[in-house]
């Protein structure tokens, strides 16, 4: 079992920045791609931003060019930073990871994991 806590949210003005963070912990073998996800009241859950574990990212084109996420394999923590927010930026953002494991004989099986999401209100 895997835990992802995330932290950072809060209220921010339009304009405004912000840095999330997510720290994995418990039982870790291998996390291959870890990823911010969001979701607005009433609409489904969208990809922010991924990031395999050799560094590659891929952003929403509603973010590209106001965010980066970044990753700390030693660590196991992922982070999110954003600028030039706007409303539409408010959100639930969840944390995501993608973990490799083992079974007794050798075959590798993997486990998605979410974070329980910490909101991000952006203020006109």
């Known amino acids: 079992q895997v835990q992802l806590v995330e932290s950072g949210g809060g209220l921010v003005h339009t304009g405004g920045s912000l840095r999330l963070s997510c720290t994995a912990s418990g039982t870790i073998s291998r996390i291959n791609t870890m990823a911010w996800y969001r979701q607005a009241p009433g609409d489904q859950r969208e990809l922010v931003a991924n990031?395999?574990?050799?560094?590659?990212?891929n952003y929403a084109d509603s973010v590209k060019g106001r965010a980066t996420i970044s990753r700390d394999n030693a660590k196991n923590t992922l982070s999110l930073e954003m600028n030039k927010l706007k409303p539409e930026d408010t959100s639930v953002y969840y944390c995501?990871?993608?973990?490799?494991?083992?079974?007794?004989?050798?075959?590798?099986?993997?486990?998605?994991?979410w974070g329980k999401g910490t909101l991000v209100t952006v203020s006109t």
């Open positions: 995501y990871a993608d973990v490799t494991y083992y079974s007794d004989y050798g075959n590798p099986y993997g486990v998605n994991y």
């Open positions: 990031v395999t574990s050799g560094g590659s990212a």
